[in-house]
């Protein structure tokens, strides 16, 4: 089983509409979570850090289940710049911070 | 925020020809430096850490006589593929963290895009 899954998508939403997807991880004991985003044949960039409560940032908002091992991200009223893969990422328990990433959800905005 | 950088950004080379590929970290001192390969549509997956001042651990799989890694000052860790083949070809990938904080962010390199023919 893969560390992290992802549903690949693509998600293809027009301008303004919400959407949302969630990240599987396998290990109970995954410390830390991120979203990054990158653009086609580009690096990963940090969009936003998951914390236990929830967090907000502009049209963006994640959330983490512990319970059931998963981490989600909801993007509101889409911008055509929002087009990107979206990479989930879980720092391992006792791995000196390594990072384990998903393959990624690809989100398509179209106009 | 932090910047590191990497270089090439693309390189093609023969089969049998080796490959370095530079990364640096411009205004933070990188203890630890990660080095990541990424195929279309497939996640990142880690190759080695790099460590400066001692040997690179390496990931189950990675051969670490083929993919050289030479961390020799806080700034500067370089990976070289060694007698490249057209199967090395892939998007690979630095990053560094500021060591000592789990829930800091990973900055990365720009990648470099490598071909092999």
């Known amino acids: 089983r893969k560390e992290v899954e992802q549903d690949p998508g693509p998600f293809n939403v027009p301008e303004g509409a919400t959407v949302a997807f969630n990240c599987t991880y396998s290990n109970s004991a995954s410390q830390s979570f991120f979203w990054y985003r990158q653009d086609c044949r580009k690096e990963p960039k940090l969009l936003m850090s998951v914390y236990s409560s929830g967090n907000e940032d502009g049209r963006f908002t994640a959330q983490l289940n512990r319970a059931s091992q998963y981490i989600s991200l909801l993007i509101r009223d889409s911008k055509l710049s929002d087009s990107a893969t979206y990479l989930c990422?879980?720092?391992?328990?006792?791995?000196?911070?390594?990072?384990?990433f998903g393959a990624g959800t690809t989100v398509t905005v179209r106009a | 925020g932090a910047v590191v950088s990497q270089h090439p950004s693309w390189v093609i080379c023969k089969s049998g020809t080796s490959v370095k590929i530079e990364c640096r970290s411009l205004d933070f001192q990188a203890t630890t430096m990660f080095w990541y390969r990424q195929f279309p549509k497939q996640s990142l997956m880690l190759m080695a850490t790099s460590n400066e001042g001692s040997k690179a651990t390496y990931e189950q799989g990675v051969e670490k006589d083929k993919f050289l890694i030479n961390h020799a000052s806080l700034t500067l860790s370089t990976l070289t593929v060694t007698s490249a083949h057209p199967e090395d070809s892939s998007f690979y990938i630095c990053?560094?963290?500021?060591?000592?904080?789990?829930?800091?962010?990973?900055?990365f390199g720009q990648g470099t895009r490598l071909t092999v023919v």
């Open positions: 990053s560094a963290r500021v060591f000592g904080a789990a829930n800091t962010e990973a900055f």
């Open positions: 990422v879980v720092t391992l328990p006792l791995s000196d911070y390594k990072l384990s």
